[in-house]
């Protein structure tokens, strides 16, 4: 046998082997290779999922379902699978760790920024951190929520602030619906930020209306979200009916946008955000759309900061005691001024406690997934929702002491920031997506507040106990008072 028939042979047979090695290979590689499992989490029932199993405030369900499946699990929505993240440590794993595989954003099919057209004008929800979204950011962040930007409008703060002690003292012994005129305060000094103008009224509603029907609109569930094949048929009606809330809102300052665009010189007269976006020349889409979320999202978040707060210090008249005999030793008799606020640390402490209790966006706003990814050891898919249960940790007896209680004191000795750092602690959020707002809201919620507490008495109507008051959340996407606070202000003397 000549060497080229044994070598021809030698390759026959070692071709054969593999051939026959091969089925074992692969089954080595599924057995040793196989991906990590989805995280954990309740039985999904046929074609529905857990749809069933969230009710009317998913943050309170999602939070005792965490207790039986962990602090990362996986739910199915229809066709659609969502992931809870409900730990510091898992928080930082989702907002820290794999913050730019997580960073996309999920937009429900309600929301008429879905629409392409639309999104990459969008601020908080675009679906992905592009170089476009990063400079609308820096645009934002350099015109409202600079230092020397927000040192600018310390006057208009103060002035809007002390129009509403105005207000409130011809109500003296009437009751009031505090958030009206607190979100009243907090949309004016915005307007006048955005546009140099007011756009609230103290007697009128309006505004308010609008943003919040646009928002319960945009938090209504729509099929086509569970079931994408369905998209497009719009079974509820709700983009329909959102377009029409936004234009209402938007109708608002229409007026306004034209007429500053005809203005050859708009800098002499006015140095506000409208005119920075002139100058960049945005087209009215992208200003509409920006200011839109900007109004929303701040005028909301902080009313119903303040909303809650209120509400503790009436529930907590201890914690309304300390609160007092701060601003009394600091202030005295004087309107409270913004230059007070970093001398004022027992108001600070109760500003982020309430924080704590009731962060205004429970869930934040849902992350997707933009690749798959492996977190904790389970795997995310790719476009998976992606949701943070702040409302969960806030409340968690494992990171808290007697963490249902209202406790400013906790914060006095902690070095806890809301700054994203502390994942414990992130009603903000945290990463790439934290709120970039943040910065405004540290100023005006402590300063409406500590104005209320300082300058009027307040009590309840029809003698109501303190302890009778309606604790009860509403979610629209951000966390309300199921039944508004009513009170009856007194000047104090």
Not at 31 to 41: Q, S, V, Y
Not at 375 to 403: C, E, H, L
Request: one cysteine or more; hydrophobic letters at 40%.
């Amino acid at each position: 046998m000549d060497s080229d028939t044994v070598t021809a042979d030698i390759s026959l047979s070692s071709f054969v082997y593999a051939l026959l090695l091969l089925p074992f290979l692969l089954i080595l590689k599924h057995i040793f290779l196989k991906p990590p499992p989805l995280p954990p989490g309740p039985y999904p029932w046929p074609i529905i999922g857990n749809l069933l199993q969230l009710g009317k405030n998913p943050h309170v369900k999602l939070a005792s379902l965490a207790k039986l499946h962990g602090p990362l699990m996986s739910l199915r929505l229809g066709t659609q699978l969502m992931v809870v993240a409900s730990s510091p440590a898992a928080a930082l794993e989702v907002l820290k760790t794999h913050d730019r595989t997580l960073s996309g954003r999920y937009v429900s099919s309600s929301l008429s920024v879905k629409d392409p057209k639309l999104n990459h004008l969008s601020l908080a929800f675009a679906k992905e951190c592009t170089n476009n979204w990063k400079n609308l950011r820096t645009i934002c962040r350099t015109e409202m929520f600079s230092g020397k930007a927000m040192e600018s409008h310390v006057e208009l703060r103060e002035r809007k602030v002390m129009e509403l002690v105005e207000f409130l003292a011809t109500k003296e012994g009437e009751v009031v619906k505090v958030m009206d005129l607190v979100f009243t305060t907090i949309c004016n000094i915005l307007s006048n930020t955005f546009f140099s103008m007011d756009l609230c009224d103290f007697e009128r509603e309006g505004l308010k209306d609008f943003i919040y029907r646009a928002a319960e609109l945009g938090a209504t569930p729509n099929l086509s979200d569970f079931y994408p094949i369905l998209d497009g048929l719009n079974l509820h009606g709700s983009k329909k009916k959102s377009k029409e809330a936004l234009g209402r809102i938007l109708a608002t300052w229409e007026g306004t946008l034209k007429e500053r665009r005809k203005q050859k010189n708009p800098g002499s007269s006015h140095r506000d955000l409208l005119e920075a976006f002139l100058e960049i020349r945005f087209e009215d889409d992208q200003i509409n759309q920006v200011i839109l979320e900007l109004f929303s999202a701040g005028a909301d978040t902080s009313t119903l900061t303040i909303e809650w707060a209120i509400t503790q210090l009436i529930r907590n008249p201890d914690v309304m005691y300390k609160l007092r005999d701060e601003l009394t030793k600091i202030i005295g008799e004087s309107p409270v001024r913004e230059s007070h606020l970093p001398h004022l640390p027992y108001l600070q402490a109760c500003v982020k406690e309430t924080l704590r209790l009731h962060p205004p966006a429970p869930l934040l706003l849902p992350h997707r997934a933009m690749e798959t990814c492996q977190v904790m050891g389970y795997t995310i898919p790719k476009d998976s929702q992606v949701f943070v249960n702040i409302w969960a940790m806030g409340r968690d007896p494992k990171v808290w002491d007697d963490p249902l209680s209202f406790t400013p004191e906790r914060f006095l000795d902690s070095k806890l920031e809301f700054k994203g750092n502390d994942f414990e602690y992130i009603p903000f959020g945290a990463g790439r997506r934290i709120c970039p707002g943040m910065a405004l809201g540290a100023r005006q919620v402590p300063l409406v507040l500590a104005t209320l507490v300082h300058l009027f008495d307040w009590s309840l109507p029809d003698n109501m106990d303190s302890a009778q008051i309606d604790m009860e959340e509403w979610l629209v996407i951000t966390l309300r008072k199921e039944n508004p606070l009513r009170l009856v202000p007194k000047v104090r003397k």
